[in-house]
């Protein structure tokens, strides 16, 4: 494959750029058409790759990309998930260049969606089109693309259960995962579920003079501040009553096998500018995000946030609130456990509203598996060294679910890292990376 | 003034709706050539009502106004003091109707500034003009109409240090405040102080995937909420240290004297629609208002604002925090305890910053003077009861400052009314006040 990339390495980059450029933002309304613009060359690099069909599926939301190659039904079936649409851009301003003009700077690619997921579901159009070409492939092959999972996967799930037969597989493999480090390769297997709710808390019906009423009428900024804070004790575990009640503690020797992956809390912290971590006492900071659940507020807004100042005493306060969730806790129950709590805790000169957004269940992956196997062994030959297992602290939960409908385990072989701050400004992709990602997908193919 | 106006109410409503119609928002550097506009309109006003001489004078900020009538430098002179700035509009979507477009509804005038502070302080010209046109002027008049009272007067004091000659007086009427409710009139015989800051809690250096860093790494949003929650406690007190130690305790007799004010508070509750009231422990909600200090978050944000989900674990959060003081209370001292305070209480795991606002003392005005003496009169032969003295809630730093450098003391005769929601969207005016205030602003003369 080395040598194919080499070869026709500036067409790739002209390919995934014409991608990229899509402003394909799934969670926005105006960016609607971009989604079929988005899911319509899909379907034209999957021809050009050498599919010998891809089409565009309408859905409730926005469109699903199939195709396929199959040259033997009795040959093992390899089934692609991916997806193509990314996040947000804000805050805009924190992007070195323009998010859907990309631009390579020292070795890396940089545009929304370089890495999550355009550059890494790209990386097996391409490990396709070097085996179809070059006559290595032995496997039927199958890519299901959707265009929803920044906003948790909301139509596929009814699609693969109206298509199954259509989605029938062997395997699941995606690359929408980090791997350790770029000297550390890894292999991800479990990934965190997620409850994803919106809350409001409404104080008096209009905003007000805060000097008129500061004092004497709740602002309900403040009351949210208390109400968020009780979320999580002082040992870092969260107040929500049941919250726990699911969660599967690992054994000592499954805590071990998970501390062999390297981790250099002094690499971690420079990384990110701090200078001390937080989590849930009793627990390392790989655990925390591994194999234990979490709360984060991931937006706060109410009152005057423009310039200068305004001494107003605000009608209404919103906060986006998220747990990521571990395997055997339901993500459903989750947000029903969340919603009663939230509002129990509600002081009575308050009002509280809460709106849940997406979520979805975590999942474990079996590491004995033929699939796993292969490519443990494929990294091992792209990297030099045996990758390690690894438990993923982000959420796909339509892989969960797919898991459940199609019957298939999923395999994620990601080449992410890091350094690539996907879902912030500056999201970029290690030109190395995408590289070895390709090849080891090609090796993938070779030992399953 | 009742026959004046009764002739003159349609010329009132343009001169008036002509200052209203320029958006004098003093915090939005935007709006910096419609403050100059809404000086320069401000100058004919006053110039067409009767003043000798009248200018836009430069300051470092926007500009002030100032005009005057002397017709005896023997006789007593009264300064009025307003400001032609307003509050921003935001948020927008709940106007009814444009905030620069003023309409009558209902017996009231809606737009901002309507009341705060061009309605108020349009009564002062217009009574100025009718004793001038009538012949019942017995008093030199001075008017100093600044353009910076909404961003905390930070170019007024300088100035009037400056033109301490020009600005003599023997009292200061100021119409800037409200009466307990439209049927109990009452003088503000006191005001809050301000102190007003922004603080910027920042965590990892970039934003950061929640899934991947969330449970292991401080949130700048949660760590915010709980900072922010820990500054007041279960009995309603600030905890930022010291901050109590200048408030003085009233007596018990003074807190009679304060209670006389009629309060309902089913009123109260249903004009605000909360269930109940909040503030510090063992005291009333007029207390709560008037004697006591308080802290508000008056804005608050971070992360991911827009619709839909993102899984974002940010960067920074910011609120904006002020307390009103009380009397006694040094506003630069409080600023310097809340900073150092803010900072003392903010983990390892983030770092933070504190921005000073706007800040001001709070005063007290003897209830004694032949001043308040007169407005007692006045406002007892419009409203056909003895208004009561009352403590405003809200602030007007400049006030304290006015006092101690020109040594006069100010006189608050407020027209302003709860419903009018001052600072909010669909600020208001009632005609009946506006009217009223001119005719207590003409029999103030009379008796003064």
């Known amino acids: 494959m080395k040598n194919y990339i080499e070869t026709h390495k500036e067409r790739f980059f002209d390919e995934l750029f014409s991608l990229l450029r899509i402003p394909s933002v799934s969670s926005l309304e105006q960016h609607k058409p971009d989604m079929q613009r988005c899911a319509d060359r899909l379907v034209e690099l999957l021809l050009e790759a050498g599919a ?62 370089a890495n999550d997921d355009k550059g890494q579901l790209f990386m097996h159009i391409k490990a396709f089109e070097f085996m179809v070409r070059e006559g290595g492939l032995k496997h039927n092959v199958k890519f299901i693309l959707e265009g929803e999972e920044e906003i948790g996967s909301p139509s596929l799930a009814a699609w693969a259960k109206a298509n199954k037969e259509l989605l029938k597989a062997d395997i ?36 007000l003079h805060s000097g008129h009423y500061g004092g004497a009428v709740a602002n309900p900024i403040n009351v949210l501040c208390d109400m968020i804070s009780s979320l999580i004790d002082k040992d870092g575990h969260i107040t929500v009553k049941g919250f726990y009640d699911d969660v599967v503690e690992l054994s000592a020797e499954d805590r071990a096998k998970l501390s062999r992956a390297p981790f250099d809390m002094e690499e971690y912290k420079e990384f990110l500018d701090i200078n001390e971590v937080k989590g849930e006492k009793g627990y390392t900071t790989l655990e925390r ?80 598996s033929p699939a796993y196997k292969a490519a443990e062994k494929a990294m ?46 500056n999201e970029s992709y290690l030109l190395k990376q995408l590289f070895a990602g390709m090849e ?9």
């Open 52 to 113: 010998d069909e891809a089409a565009v599926y309408p859905t409730a939301g926005h469109p699903v990309v199939f195709g396929q190659k199959i040259i033997d039904p009795s040959l093992p079936t390899v089934l692609v998930y991916g997806h193509y649409d990314v996040q947000p851009v804000d805050p805009i301003e924190l992007w070195q260049s323009d998010p859907f003009e990309p631009e390579i700077r020292d070795g890396a690619i940089y545009a929304r969606g």
């Open 172 to 207: 699941i493999l995606v690359s929408d995962t980090t791997m350790i480090s770029e000297s550390v390769p890894s292999i991800n297997c479990g990934m965190r579920g997620l409850s994803y709710v919106e809350v409001k808390v409404t104080g008096p019906n209009k905003d």
């Open 289 to 368: 995000t591994g194999i234990r659940p979490c709360l984060d507020v991931n937006g706060i807004w109410g009152g005057y946030t423009g310039e200068g100042a305004k001494t107003v005493l605000p009608s209404v306060a919103h906060a986006k609130i998220s747990m990521r969730l571990v395997p055997n806790q339901d993500s459903a129950t989750i947000t029903k456990l969340f919603s009663e709590h939230f509002k129990a805790i509600a002081p009575d000169y308050v009002k509280v509203e809460v709106t849940p957004h997406h979520g979805g269940d975590g999942f474990l992956i079996p590491i004995s």
């Open 380 to 425: 091992t030959e792209v990297y030099g060294i045996e990758p390690v297992p690894s438990r993923g602290g982000g959420s796909i939960p339509i892989l969960a679910d797919l898991q459940r409908i199609l019957e298939i385990d999923p395999l994620l072989m990601g080449f992410g890292l890091e350094r690539d701050t996907i879902h912030s400004p």
């Open 440 to 448: 080891a997908i090609a090796l993938f193919y070779r030992y399953y």
